[in-house]
T-cell receptor, first 113, second 116 residues
Framework: QKEVEQDPGPLSVPEGAIVSLNCTYS??????FMWYRQYSRKGPELLMY????GNKEDGRFTAQVDKSSKYISLFIRDSQPSDSATYLC?????????????FGKGTTLSVSS | GAVVSQHPSRVICKSGTSVKIECRSL??????MFWYRQFPKQSLMLMAT?????????EQGVEKDKFLINHASLTLSTLTVTSAHPEDSSFYIC????????????FGPGTRLLVL
């Protein structure tokens, strides 16, 4: 079992839809929970990060963490074609070098106009 | 925001040659730099973590003699793929951190390596 599970999709929605992206994890030692957006052939861009259970909102994006269920979500409201990308969840854990980021496989999102 | 650059963005080389990839933090000093590899439709896999002035820490299964990492300054780290083989073809991405915590990692644009 991988430490971080994420459905790769693809997920296709019409413009204006609410998108829900999810990850589950198995390691209780994960500390920070982040969401990255990655366009094709580009490096990941940090969208949001949270530390505790609950919701965190930033514009059209809401990150949700449920530590008891080991489940995190990213909601995108009023989705736009420019949101079409791969969304990666990632979690930090302490390792021998300091802190490591463990990524999910990424979910490919396509928003059609 | 913090900017991380990588060079080259794309490289094609013959099997058996060595390739060096540079990662630079342009507007901040990176205490820690990370190197990842991403195969098509796969997640980013951490290869190694390097702190300025010290030896890199490699993840299990990553050959340190094949993937040489140098972190000579707070703004530059290099990854050298030695004696590259076609199976080393991948997307290599670096990130730079400011406090050592994963929440402050800023990623470069990646380098696509194709070994013929």
């Amino acid at each position: 079992q991988k430490e971080v599970e994420q459905d790769p999709g693809p997920l296709s929605v019409p413009e204006g839809a609410i998108v829900s992206l999810n990850c589950t994890y198995s390691n209780s030692a994960f500390q920070y929970f982040m969401w990255y957006r990655q366009y094709s052939r580009k490096g990941p861009e940090l969208l949001m990060y949270t530390y505790s259970s609950g919701n965190k909102e930033d514009g059209r994006f809401t990150a949700q963490v449920d530590k008891s269920s080991k489940y995190i979500s990213l909601f995108i409201r009023d989705s736009q074609p420019s949101d079409s990308a791969t969304y990666l969840c990632a979690m930090t854990v302490a390792n021998q070098a300091g802190t490591a980021l463990i990524f999910g496989k990424g979910t490919t999102l396509s928003v059609s106009s | 925001g913090a900017v991380v650059s990588q060079h080259p963005s794309r490289v094609i080389c013959k099997s058996g040659t060595s390739v060096k990839i540079e990662c630079r933090s342009l507007d901040f000093q990176a205490t820690t730099m990370f190197w990842y590899r991403q195969f098509p439709k796969q997640s980013l896999m951490l290869m190694a973590t390097s702190n300025e002035g010290s030896k890199a820490t490699y993840e299990q299964g990553v050959e340190k003699d094949k993937f040489l990492i140098n972190h000579a300054s707070l703004t530059l780290s290099t990854l050298t793929v030695t004696s590259a083989h076609p199976e080393d073809s991948s997307f290599y991405i670096c990130s730079a951190g400011t406090s050592g915590g994963g929440e402050t990692q800023y990623f470069g644009p990646g380098t696509r390596l194709l070994v013929l």
